[in-house]
């Protein structure tokens, strides 16, 4: 057994982002500045996108999204109980309706057959008007977006794709981030490259101009525009925003972390590797599936108990995980099971039986650039040992 405890997932940070970082403070732009745009223009360059927005968090990408899409009171979008509640709170702050709909057996992706479902249910009975489709790339592995966008176009949406996850994900052939309407990341401390807290929102430059707007007060020129040798005082507001821009500092650390994403890639890559051929061996497991036409961002590595052939529950094992120095997560508590969305719109468990059924028996497991072989070998091991243990 291990003797120190291995975290979940911390980030990998080197000197060239501190390097970077330093530059910011020593030239006395701190806030959103060259290099914010410096990043933008590269973060986009990578996925093939026109334009990028880049914002504080992931969640301000979406909550921008949705403002910039015109999405408020009397409008509903549909999207997956199988996601982290910021994908949902968003909706709900700009006085939306969330529709939720569950979701794939396999990917744990939202269901584009149940989409139409609640599309044909929901233009019949409901005063409200469903403007847009909200999917979530969940792991890093992409929806199926050809028939998302199919029903976005049959149904004339709008498509806001949450790639929390899904950086440098592709789907035929193409990054996420150029496929919807607007797609958000999120470069929080654990996802595929940080910035400490952050997030970048990619899409047309029409709608990433306006997104810009929005994402920072409402106002018609940014502080770097206005203070600026060449700027000028004067702006004007031209519609209630937020204040969701990036500073340059965190920008620093997503320019060399962006730099340093196909070489983590490529680790991610070999620990996914190592995990499958070990863990095809257990009977008590089912492994993460990788369709044909994506390539996975392998932000999570989740496997899911066979609970018929195990003794103990999924908090159980995570237990037993815990006590030989291995840390675990579980994504996601599905968003109906949450006591605000519960009550508000009286969700039942079973009202999304796929979600229900696998979030009870789901664990994700570490997975990051900085494991060492050493590390994958002793999750495996654990897993084994609680496998071999609690096996019927």
């Known amino acids: 057994m291990r003797k120190s405890f291995l975290p979940f997932s911390p980030p990998l940070i080197g000197d060239e982002e501190i390097n970077e ?12 500045g060259p290099k914010v745009k410096r990043f933008e223009e590269e973060f986009a360059s990578f996925v093939g ?11 301000g990408a979406l909550h921008t999204a949705l403002a910039t899409l015109g999405i408020g009171p009397g409008d509903a979008v549909i999207t997956t109980p199988m996601t982290f509640c910021s994908t949902v709170h968003v909706i709900e702050q700009v006085g939306a309706r969330p529709i939720l ?7 744990l992706n939202i269901d584009p057959n149940k989409i139409e479902g609640a599309l044909k249910l929901e233009t019949r009975n409901s005063k409200l008007k469903i403007r847009a489709l909200l999917p979530v790339h969940l792991y890093g592995h992409p929806c199926d977006m050809d028939s998302i966008m199919a029903l976005a176009q049959k149904y004339n949406l709008r498509v806001i794709e949450d790639a929390a996850h899904a950086l440098p994900a592709k789907y035929m052939g193409n990054f996420i981030g150029t496929i919807g309407d607007l797609t958000a990341f999120s470069f929080y401390a654990t996802k595929n ?8 929102l990619t899409g047309t430059p029409g709608l990433i101009k306006e997104a810009r707007i929005w994402s920072l007060h409402g106002m018609s020129q940014d502080a770097w525009k206005r203070y600026g040798d060449k700027g000028s005082w004067y702006y004007e507001v031209v519609c209630p925003g ?3 821009n990036m500073p340059d500092i965190s920008a620093a650390i997503g320019i060399q972390q962006l730099k340093k994403l196909n070489q983590f890639q490529t680790r991610r890559g070999e620990i996914v590797a190592r995990y499958h051929k ?9 492994l993460p599936v990788e369709k044909h036409g994506v390539n996975h961002a392998w932000h999570l590595y989740v496997i899911r108990l066979n609970l018929d052939h195990l003794k103990i529950s999924r908090n159980q094992f995570i237990e037993e995980l815990k006590s030989r120095n291995i840390g675990t997560s579980v994504h996601f508590i599905p968003i109906h099971l949450h006591p605000y969305y ?9 009202d999304f039986p796929i979600a229900y059924q696998e979030y009870q028996r789901i664990i994700s497991l570490p997975l990051y650039p900085k494991m060492t072989d050493q590390d994958a070998e002793d999750v495996i091991e654990a897993v084994g040992q609680v496998i071999d243990r609690f096996h019927y």
Do not use: C, H
Not at 278 to 286: K, V
Not at 342 to 350: L, T
């Open 49 to 59: 996108s026109s334009a990028a927005l880049a914002l504080n968090s992931g969640t």
């Open 193 to 200: 490259i940080t910035t400490a807290e952050g997030g970048m």
């Open 21 to 32: 970082v330093a530059d910011s403070l020593r030239g006395g732009w701190i806030t959103t």
């Open 278 to 286: 070990a863990f095809s061996q257990f009977e008590g497991l089912e």
């Open 101 to 107: 709909v569950d979701v794939e057996s396999d990917t």
């Open 242 to 244: 937020f204040k969701y």
């Open 342 to 350: 519960r009550d508000k719109y009286g969700y039942k468990p079973e």
